[in-house]
């Protein structure tokens, strides 16, 4: 929470230029490398994607260092790296929460591999529309009032600690509002039509179980929008830090479900390290008025806490195997 008088360097350019190059990789991804065709995506596929999402993500923030030290100076060159740096960490380590969604979801309707990728690019492209209005909304919002910051900080508290408790606990889909008003209200097919959303038969408009899987998977991304985007203004509320940072996560996510949803169970202890990183970044925004930690401890902690999950789940599933 803290301000430098560049608090919004970027300028409508930059905007485009991001939300061209974002739109071009979708593109990519949805006519070029196999997204026109159903198929199951190959851990080699999905690695080469992963590491091609993070290396873009420091990329940018390589580009972005480059270009403030040369017009800002080297001090808020380096603050608005950092910035971004702890932002896409934060995002990306709360994002992963939405694999261990994914896959049971995709369990509990029962999809096929090779119906998987594209569903989830829909959901991407959904997911970047809400988070834009979301981000933009909650930015304007906090430079109206600031006292929503503490809010902001007291429902990451309670989010943390709620995560705490019920970490192990699986949400029943049988009960989901949404699915049961879907179901009272759409005729849909008891069986997957391909990768279709809606067929015609006998002159009747049905939906497929792929639709339900759509809108469940968008509405499970506004839910987790919800924690994920007021725990980067703990870092900071520079609307394009906050939009990039995010936007690259998200696209991130994506394949790093196809490389991690075979193993989502020996990650275990993970959720408890999303709510500690939850818990911490709430406390953080609530302490501010009377300590402010740099960026980099922050960076610090969060990588220290989902590392240490990471690996503890990994050593305790193997020695139970």
Known sequence: MNHLPADHFASGPMWAGFIVFILAML??????????????????????????????????????????NDTLGAEIAQHKTLEFLAGYLIEQSLSVDNMFVFVMIFGYFA??????????LYGVLGALVMRAAMILGGVWLVSQFTWLLYVFGAFLVFTGIKMLVVAEAEPDLDQNPLL???????????????????IHRDGIRWATPMFLVLLVIEASDVIFAVDSIPAIFAVTT???????????????????????????DRFNLL????????TFIGGKMLAAPWFHMPIQWSLAIVGIVIFGSVVLSLVLSRQAE
């Open 180 to 198: 049961r008003w879907l179901r009272g209200h759409l005729r849909i097919t008891r069986e997957f039509h391909g990768e279709a959303f809606f």
């Open 111 to 120: 999809v096929p591999p090779e119906l998987q990728r594209r569903v989830l």
């Open 27 to 68: 593109a990519l991804d949805l006519f070029v490398f196999g997204g026109r065709r159903a198929h199951r995506v190959s851990l080699r596929e999905a690695l080469a994607w992963v590491v091609a999402w993070a290396c873009l993500a420091f990329a940018f923030a390589g580009l972005l260092w480059w270009y403030l």
């Open 271 to 278: 959720k408890y390290g999303l709510a500690i990183v939850l």
């Open 238 to 264: 520079d609307p394009f830090i906050v939009f990039t940072s995010n936007i690259f996560a998200i696209m991130g996510l994506r394949a790093l479900y196809f490389v991690l949803a075979d193993m989502a």
